[in-house]
């Protein structure tokens, strides 16, 4: 499945939009993401793993739940490779994140994944590779999510998402995926 990244919250994008677009497939008990960005000015502070990468500049965001769970995964990739990975219990905790009652720290998932980001010449390209078990047939939601940074302006945003707000967080929003191949 190959879905662009649009601002559906917004009557039209954003003055400085750059568009984008995701894959995604799933075989033999890993879940394969590429998201291909244009952007004119690939810029982030990133300096290792673990840190709030939408704090630091451009940034993909890749959103998993299964269908039927309260919980879900967020992983996160900067251009330079620096990943965060986290696992949120319900929305309760991206809440408690927000409010300042809880930490992201708190979430830290140790969930294994490989995740590369390459420069390209009309921007980067970012590959996720997620542990994912389940059996064809199975339906999963998903979300490719990113921040576009760029100095002088707030972050623009894009998701494969039809979100009607501003906000990735909304998991009952996200695109239905059903796994196809095999499970390995």
Known sequence: MELPLIQSWLPQVESGFQPGHAKFHWRDGILEVSADLNDSHVHTTATSHGQRLWEHGDVAELFVQRIGDESYREYQLSPNGFTLSLAYPDLGG??????????????????????????????????????????????????????????GRPPIISSTTPHPVRDFHRPQEWREFVLQGTSG
């Not at 140790?110 to 339906?139: C, D, H, Q, V, Y």
């Open 94 to 151: 991206v809440a408690g994140v927000r409010s300042g009652s809880h930490k992201v720290e708190e979430f830290f998932s140790k969930t294994p994944f490989r995740a590369f980001a390459e420069l390209t010449a009309t921007g980067w390209t970012a590959r996720f590779s997620i542990p994912l078990e389940g059996s064809p047939g199975e339906r999963i939601r998903i979300s490719c999510c990113r921040y576009d940074v760029a100095e």
